[in-house]
């Protein structure tokens, strides 16, 4: 038996306020050299300059704190991200920490520096803010602001809050079209009416006054979505046509021949409002996050995923399977209708569609998505023209796993204390 992953529209899950703990960035900041000495200062020559330090360790526990025992951890690469693209460009500043883990940059300017650090593969960070279970999504981060400006999110009309209104996420893909999950619009037999439905856009926040609050005018439901059985009879896919257009960048779907872009293994980026705590069968999911969160997960075969041990044959070739083996990074409630994106080489692309799943995060119950590339006729046939008359821009496609630390490093300042805490997958 499946858990009943429905969206919580209209009379579901109420939000529950989740008990995030605001994780400042725990940095030592110590002043070095000046400081009340009764010594004359020597003549200034070259304005002083800083330090950044600190460690890489194993974080057994995957609890994020460096516990007693926990030892540090050689050869991770570090740098500091003066673009801020999250990958390693020459003329960055980059080090591989030592044989106790340690790393450190000396002679520093002055300046805002983003310390980044890249894992190998099979290893994931647990700090700084992220980590198995202790994060968003399920296993996932806050998203940049303005990183996925063609994200939206589903809200119920005559809900005045949009944290309390959010039910399922979606994706602009034309001025005035969102592409979405068919069973975002059916709650226990009922449907929903485009008058009982909003789109928030252009924010990653779901508080009033952000972004742009729209009506819908129309809800296409792909003919072949069968709301008596649900996500799992496949064709979970609807398209809602915006009161008026928006000037947003627009997300461009994977083609039927771009099916290389979602490849096993590809990393894809999924990104939604719903609930953080993966949760097994029997429990209610919770958690749900004000901001975006993102998250990165492996494309998974639909071979692997239909395997006796994972959906046992049920997966459809128009679905799309994406996580870890081991669980721990996923989809849940509420995300639903909301996008899973690729890099297309010239930005993200639309890859899939967040459906269902075993519970949430769950070892070998992959998130299932709907395959977008399998939809392109529905799409064409609803919208017209080509989807997406504007690429989106394109931010930093997914790369290695990256975390960083940002540090405003002053004059002669020697910051420590920067711990990576990672572990493997
Ligand atoms: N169906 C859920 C919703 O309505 C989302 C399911 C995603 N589940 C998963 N384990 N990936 O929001």
Do not use: K
């Not at 704190?65 to 991770?76: A, S, V, Y």
């Not at 039910?167 to 037999?189: M, Q, R």
């Not at 008596?228 to 009879?233: C, S």
């Not at 070998?364 to 690429?391: C, D, E, H, K, L």
């Amino acid at each position: 038996m499946l858990y009943p992953l429905r969206s919580h529209f209209p009379f579901g899950l109420a939000h529950f306020w989740s008990v995030l703990v605001g994780l400042g960035l725990a940095l030592s900041i110590s002043a070095c050299g000046g400081g009340g000495s009764s010594r004359p200062l020597p003549p200034v020559s070259a304005p002083p300059t800083g330090r950044i330090e600190g460690s890489h360790f194993d974080d057994l526990n995957g609890d994020g704190l460096r516990d007693p025992g926990e030892p540090g951890l050689p050869g991770i690469a570090t740098f500091l991200d003066l673009n801020g693209n999250g990958r390693l460009d020459p003329g960055e500043p980059s080090t591989v920490s030592d044989a106790s883990g340690n790393f450190r940059f000396s002679n520093l300017p002055p300046g805002t520096y983003r310390v980044t650090a890249l894992l190998p593969p099979g290893r994931v960070f647990t700090t700084p803010r992220s980590g198995l279970g202790l994060e968003r999504i399920v296993g996932g981060r806050p998203a940049p602001e303005g990183a996925f400006p063609w994200m939206v999110a589903l809200l119920r009309a005559a809900e005045p809050d949009p944290f309390q209104a959010q039910f399922c996420g979606g994706s602009l893909i034309a001025p005035e079209w969102v592409v979405t999950a068919a069973h975002c619009f059916f709650d226990e037999g009922r449907q929903v009416n485009p008058q009982d439905l909003d789109l928030l856009l252009g924010t990653n926040r779901l508080q009033i006054g952000a972004g742009q609050r729209i009506r819908a005018a129309q809800i296409v439901l792909n003919p072949g979505y069968n709301p008596q059985v649900g996500q799992l009879g496949g064709n979970d896919i609807a398209l809602v046509r915006l009161s008026r257009p928006v000037a947003l960048a627009t997300l461009p779907l994977v083609q039927p021949n771009q099916t290389n872009l979602t490849a096993p293994g590809t990393a894809a980026t999924i990104l939604g409002w719903g609930a953080t705590f993966p949760r097994a069968l029997d429990q209610e999911p919770s958690g749900f996050p004000r901001d975006l969160q993102q998250a990165t997960v492996p494309i998974v075969s639909n071979a692997v995923c239909n395997a006796p041990q994972s959906y046992n044959g049920t997966i459809l070739d128009t679905m799309l399977c994406a996580g870890f083996p081991q669980g721990g990074v996923d989809t849940c409630q509420a995300d639903s209708g909301g996008p899973l994106i690729v890099s297309s080489g010239t930005g993200f692309a639309l890859a899939g569609i967040t459906s269902f799943g075993r519970g949430c995060a769950q070892p070998n119950f992959y998130g299932v998505y709907t395959r977008v590339s399998s939809f392109a006729g529905f799409v064409q046939s609803v919208i017209g023209s080509a989807p997406s008359p504007t690429p989106a821009p394109s931010p930093p496609p997914p790369t290695g796993t990256t975390a960083s630390f940002v540090v405003n490093l002053r004059e002669g300042e020697v910051v420590s204390g920067l711990n990576f805490g990672s572990r493997a997958q």
